[in-house]
């Protein structure tokens, strides 16, 4: 992996809709090759395909109010991550990793491919080109695509013709994958790991990656479009022509994550730490990039309303040394918890290890700091210092959530409960796997071999026996209250505790709703970017909007609310409070930086340039009822 940083400076090509002289001028090394073959070009694309799901999942895990922060200088009132002020929510790369990171050397691997009529490399490059476009177009909408590339100051595309493309391009690329003239051409020159770390060239997985983009974009459909048995069937037969494909042959990752695209980090300097790991890459001197997990907190809706953790006194080691009564503030025992963050000591006078969180936007008090709270870097993507672990492109969660979905809105509650409960299960065993991997030979006190994640010490996970861990999973999937002797000491208890009830279970067939299946999604999709479109597709629905949705008018997001802190100067005039709380961010501004300097005039057009109410506009899959006919293959009416 060393061999892209040199290649990098290379590949610096214009950007669709920006005057690039000067960033040629300043990116080409005198000193380093500058003809970019397939070999040279296609590591490069693969980083960047991860780089853009990690870009939108990094933006959107505050957007979608799972991440806050505490405030400017950790002291202030507010929130500054988080904030909703639209002429700088973009200073962010998404609108430049698809139009030049990826856009232009795929263009060119393409190009190169078809010269040397080496198809397996086009095909790598054009799945590539299918994701990143997905990414774009559900966070942008409108956006260069018939245009592209032909001047610094392109038209743009409606986002259902974009969402055209994309159908007809998905079927043309499974049909080439399954072309022997493309897959086992003679002119294939071999690809392997050091040039695609997802598949080493394996073209027969790389088709379940369009399989499973497939099977994300028709869900689209649901539920604003069609929720026909008919549409749902073709939503469930995608995702297990991708399942299927992933679980063809060897297995990376296990029987059950089959060959889901991961990317892995080897650890170490630059582009080779995890980019969601707290040794924060730094790839080269113009591509300065740093998740910023160590100055992110927990939103208390992620954390009390979604994970089940009720209260700010809450701590798991009060759960597991048998503090835990149902008069005091509880945990829900969903064991993602303790896998997902560490709990840390506040200030004087609240110094107790707590998983403390905050309200989106407000801001914490001035005697607390970022370090009050829990450090978020655990979990299978953010976990290590080492900087190794991986990135998923998409995740087999992912497809089972959305086989979910189609089976919910098809009628078939039984198996939209069963597939969230393997999804969650297996979710949990993703994480599980990191910890152990991390922590192998962990002591607990009384010198007993424990390793498993339980109530956290200062800055440090802790650690529970395996009868312990076991207890809190099967009853947290399986619907039960639980108790355990503790070393012949102390009895723990715990029981499923939401804000939705004291005794809501989530995997009840009887009454498995939308709220269950969402909320698992929701966790399920921590630092994944589809948090945020979902939301988006079931229209922010919470109890302060009021907005049910389906026959039993559900509350799909119980407890969300919008963030607030909006600078009033670049939102709504002349509006209520209560007014303002129902209007949500649907999309983000196309990037002020190029267009806004280069293409305003396309930007004025559409009404983007610098109007709030571009914000608010739903992207297709989010409009009302009729307003969109279809969302299938080749047969969109955008209006």
Known sequence: MNKLKYIFASLAICLAATSCTD???????????????????????????????????E???????????????????????????????????????????????????????????????????RTVRLLSTQLAVDMFGDMPLTNAY?????????????????????DALIADFENPEYTKNASNQRIDTAQDRLYG??????????????????????????????TCQ????????????????????????????????????NEQNNVWSAAQPIINSWESRKNMLDSAVPSKFFLYDCMGLLGMGTTLEGVYNGEFSTSKEGFSNDPRVALLMIARKGPEGDASVRMRSLENNIGCGTSYKTDHFPSLYMGAYAGSNKGAGYNPIFTMEELYFIKAEAEYWKGNKQAACQLSKEATQNNIQRHLDFFLSEYPNSNYNEKVDDKYPGNSVD??????????????????????EYYII????????????????????????????????????????????????????????????????GDANEIVYQNLRRPYNLYAAYWIDGLTDEQKENLWVQRIPQDPDTEGKYNRAELERLGAYNNYKWLQKPLIWAHARGEVSSLTEGSILSK
């Not at 959107?60 to 639209?86: D, P, R």
């Not at 139009?99 to 795929?106: A, H, K, Q």
């Not at 610094?152 to 998905?170: A, L, S």
């Open 150 to 170: 032909k001047s610094n100051n392109p038209t743009y595309d409606n986002e259902g013709t974009i969402y055209d493309w994309m159908f007809r391009e998905i």
């Open 459 to 480: 800055g440090k996970p802790g650690f529970c026996t395996a009868e312990e861990w076991n207890a809190q999973i099967d009853a947290f999937l399986n619907n039960k």
């Open 234 to 269: 073709k939503i469930i037969d995608a995702a297990d022509a991708a399942i299927n494909q992933w679980r063809k042959g060897d297995l990376l990752y296990g029987s059950w994550f089959g060959n889901e695209p991961r990317y892995n980090f080897d650890g170490g300097t």
């Open 486 to 549: 503790k070393r012949g000491k102390k009895i723990v208890y715990v029981r499923p505790v939401t804000e939705r009830g004291n005794n809501h279970w989530f995997f009840e067939e009887a009454n498995f709703s939308l709220y269950d299946l969402m909320t698992q999604k929701y966790i399920a999709m921590y630092l994944q970017p589809e948090q945020f479109t979902d939301l988006r597709r079931y229209h922010f629905s919470n109890k302060r909007n009021n907005y049910g949705i």
């Open 23 to 57: 960033m040629l001028d300043d990116n080409v090394n005198p000193d380093t090759a500058h003809e970019v073959t397939m070999q040279t070009g296609l590591p490069v694309v693969v980083f960047y395909a991860q780089q853009a799901t990690y870009d939108h999942a």
């Open 201 to 230: 060239g394996d073209l027969e997985k790389w088709k379940g990656l369009v399989y499973a983009i497939k099977a994300r974009l028709l869900l689209r459909n649901i539920p604003n479009i069609d929720t026909s048995a008919a």
């Open 59 to 125: 933006y959107y895990s505050y957007l979608s109010q799972c991440l806050t922060t505490t405030g400017k200088s950790a002291i202030g009132t507010y929130s500054y991550k988080s904030e909703w002020e639209f002429l700088t929510m973009n200073r962010h790369p998404q609108w430049r990793r698809h139009f030049y990171d990826i856009g232009t050397n795929v263009n060119n691997l393409i190009a190169n491919a078809q010269a040397a009529k080496s198809y397996n490399y086009e095909l790598i490059a």
